[in-house]
């Protein structure tokens, strides 16, 4: 059976359930599963630097969201509301052409911030850019850009957290062989009775 199951095969997890799997929780140990048979060099350089696939997102994506961001303000300043009322009255909804102006350049920074960051290989940065410059554009209520790249920043961030575990796991920081963190040495000393 697939990752996704097959419609009315009885399978008990849900959507939900295959979508936190997915972004969220760490991979499951299981036992035909090997552990990671990296070095501590490889997996340091792993949470560092991002891998050829990651970084070609991102180079792709630095230039969409340019286009994206010139698209968004020009369209909001074509289609501003009149600054007055037909009554003579101020129009709430009206902008200042001077805030779309702002808005560009704040998008144009994130875009230009996911090119530097996928230039330089930095998974987190590149992932908060993606993620921030995602959630202003879905909050300008321009969903169909702003969702994916909501998306593919969380996948960034959570490909960051999990690198980040596995370096700490093969440090022996991580957790113990019960899945529960390990207690921190107590540094008071109490000699035996």
């Known amino acids: 059976m697939s990752w996704w199951g097959h419609h009315g095969s009885g399978s008990d997890v849900g959507w939900g359930d295959r979508l936190r799997a997915a972004f969220l929780k760490p991979a499951e140990p299981s036992e035909e599963s ?8 490889e997996l340091r350089a792993a949470e560092r630097s991002i891998d050829d696939r990651e970084r070609l997102i991102g180079v792709v ?13 020009n369209y909001s300043i074509d289609h501003d509301p009149a600054a007055y009322l037909r009554n003579g009255q101020v129009n709430p909804l009206h902008a200042s052409v001077a805030t779309y102006h702002v808005l560009e350049l704040v998008l144009l920074a994130l875009s230009l911030g996911m090119l530097a960051a996928a230039w330089y290989r930095r998974r987190l940065l590149l992932g908060m850019a993606m993620a921030l410059y995602g959630l ?3 909050n300008l209520h321009y969903w169909g850009f702003g969702v994916p790249f909501l998306l593919v920043g969380s996948w960034y961030l959570v490909r960051a957290y999990r690198a980040h575990q596995a370096v700490k796991v093969a440090a022996g920081q991580g957790q113990g062989a019960s899945g ?7 540094k008071r000393y109490t000699p035996p009775a």
Request: hydrophobic fraction near 50%; aromatic fraction near 6%.
């Open 180 to 186: 529960s963190p390990r207690p921190k040495a107590n």
């Open 136 to 138: 202003g554009v879905f």
């Open 34 to 41: 090997e552990p990671d048979a990296r070095s501590m060099d």
């Open 61 to 73: 994506a630095a230039p969409v969201a340019a286009a994206i961001s010139f698209l968004i303000a």
